[in-house]
């Protein structure tokens, strides 16, 4: 069965946004699911821009409701979050950063 990629992003917004919501600038869907490019066990990759750098308790509460909705939608999901601080540095200037946010399906 095929998730709809719109809805896989808006559910997990909502849970984001529900938990993070102080702290988080965006989220973005990009690579292959994003393009049009995937097949059907293609992941999902996710883009988590914060606001503030994010300290190991915040990755770990991230990655636990990417990965509520893997089990939700049975797919895999490969999240990277960043802070938006960062996105001026030489780890923000990287082409996986650079392409999502120019490129991705933002939330």
Request: net charge neutral.
């Amino acid at each position: 069965m095929r998730v709809n990629k719109k809805t896989v992003l808006k559910d997990l917004s909502y849970l984001l946004r529900a938990r993070f919501s102080d702290n988080l600038k965006d989220i973005v869907l990009f690579g292959s699911q994003a393009y049009g490019k995937a097949h059907k066990d293609s992941d999902y990759d996710i883009l988590v821009i914060l606001k503030q750098k994010a300290d190991w308790k915040t990755e770990r509460e991230i990655s636990d409701i990417c990965y509520e909705i893997d089990l939700k939608y049975n797919i895999i999901t490969d999240t990277h979050i960043i802070g938006e601080p960062e996105l001026t540095t030489l780890r923000g200037k990287q082409p996986i950063y650079v392409n999502a946010i120019s490129n991705g399906l933002h939330a």
